[in-house]
């Protein structure tokens, strides 16, 4: 089984709050985690968090995660101009390979108009996560020209549910399952004037769950793969015909 997990590097729950918690303390806690769980995952920077915490970018590359992008200062480009989107994507690859190479995107609010495929290919991104399943996205993994889209499975409030209800909805996703959340989810956010599906066991708990979903696949001998290795699998899938990984 394919497991893709990712986190989109953002400020703490845009648009309500312009903080910075989650990075300063939901970050590390969340690569602690993946270190002594010994998974790799693909975190998704706006240009602005790395500029901001490089420290932080650097540590997610050293450990060994694919950087990815989530625009330059979590702009939603189906309401920027055609013109002031391919701007921001720029801009914000522009920043973010001064620390690795970038090959995969994410939108903010995964919201995503399909003239941004050209715009990513045009400008050196493969791998695109921007359309949710959840969202009504139906086309499962697919080419669009050269860019692949892998899509998100869930809502990244799924992996905070209770265990014995957020299981259920586990085992219905289809393959690849690919999963987001974001460092503001892992700091406590209950006292903050945001949407009730934002703040509902952020903190330890989520940690505690992300943890506990981690373990979940690692019994059923899952693979965790990072968007980049989602693609070479996807390539290679094509040209062997290899069975056995339905989208
Ligand atoms: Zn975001």
Known sequence: MMIILSFDVEHDCPPYLTTTKGIEEGLPRILDLLAEKRVKATFFFTAE???RFPNLVRRVIDEGHELGSHNYN???LDR???EGGEKA?????EI?????EVVSFRAPNLQFPDYYYRVLEKNGIFVDSSKARYKGYRKGVKFFGNVLEVPASTTSSVIRLP????????SRLSEPRVYFAHPWEFVRMQKEKIRWDCKFNTGSRALELLGELIEYYKKQKARFFLMRECYEKWESL???QELGWKA
């Open 238 to 240: 094509i040209n062997n």
């Open 163 to 170: 265990w014995r209800l957020q299981k259920l909805i586990h």
């Open 89 to 93: 994507i720029r801009k914000s690859l």
């Open 96 to 100: 973010l390979r001064q620390y690795s």
């Open 74 to 76: 979590h702009e939603r």
């Open 80 to 82: 920027l101009s055609k």
């Open 49 to 51: 968090m790395a500029r």
